[in-house]
């Protein structure tokens, strides 16, 4: 596949520094380029490697140009290269069609758009939508639903009636609808609480591989539209996460608690049970958090704070051998034996 300058400017809303006509097949980064390649750059010194590099257009900021390249300026680069990736790498389409090892309740409706690859089990009463596709060993329990354009990866298990939108993508091994954690003390063991609930994804959600979002034991966990979920994340039952959250790798949620919109939750963050989490509210890497966090808020440490206070304990703690030693030589000089 390949484009001139001039398209791809016009694809990204950008202008052409240099030769419009100029032929691009590919894209890489600056060190590996070569002559016919797309490169981007969103900083001086990645402009400058750009420069010193084969491709033959670079994709930058409008601050930028070149007397030895062709620059396609655009308002914001690593936008941009995001909008240029999809154009020279397009997901491949599948034809649709059910695959004949698959197997498919009398019941369920599929799309005639839609692909169900090999091995696939889909349940009754399902609907699954157009240009829906179920690559490869996908389970779909009896009465989801599934919107337009969602995309199952291989070994990925919905449990029975959960409710997925339009354009959602969810990874390899991810199980949604599981049984929430719910067990009571009776009579000296742990007796399990039925989980009757179910799974609701929002249009637009992507859920990484190995991901695990539990039904809610009564009601629905709520993933809202837009959000991003990293691999390996556990989300428990009703929990309810907002629009355009960014949940990173190794999070997890605990129950009933609530995240507002556009909330980021960094790498190996807890979130404990019941909890209310504002809206734009940032949690650092590895933060515990065990109360509620007001609107745009930034905290962390364990347990994590707000920001400031976090940052000013971690201050104090890395002084105290200073303050130890100082405080050992005044009792010296004051005459005071040390304990």
Known sequence: MSFTAAEIATQLQGEVL???TAILTGFAMADRAQPGDLTFAENEEYFNAAQKSGATAIIADLRFSSSTKNVIRVKNARIAFARALALFFPEPALPAGIHPSATVAPSAHVDATAYLGPNCVVGENVTIGARSVLQAANFVGANSVLGDDVNLFPNVTI???TQIGHRVRIHAGAVIGSDGYGYV???????????????????????GANVTVDRGALGSTIIGRGTKIDNLVQIAHNVQIGEHCI????????????????????????IGGHRKIGNKVTVAAQSGVMNDIPDGESWFGYPAQPDKET??????????????RRVADLEKKLGIPSE
């Open 18 to 20: 240099g030769d419009p």
């Open 159 to 161: 449990y029975p009636r």
């Open 185 to 207: 003390l009776d009579q000296g063991i742990h007796r399990k609480v039925p989980q009757i609930g179910n799974v609701i994804l929002g249009d637009d959600v992507e859920i």
């Open 247 to 270: 949940i990173v790798a190794q999070a997890g949620i605990a129950g009933s608690s609530q995240l507002g919109n556009y909330v980021i939750l960094a790498g190996q963050v807890g």
């Open 311 to 324: 940052k000013r304990q971690i201050i104090g703690v890395r002084r105290l051998p200073d303050l130890l």
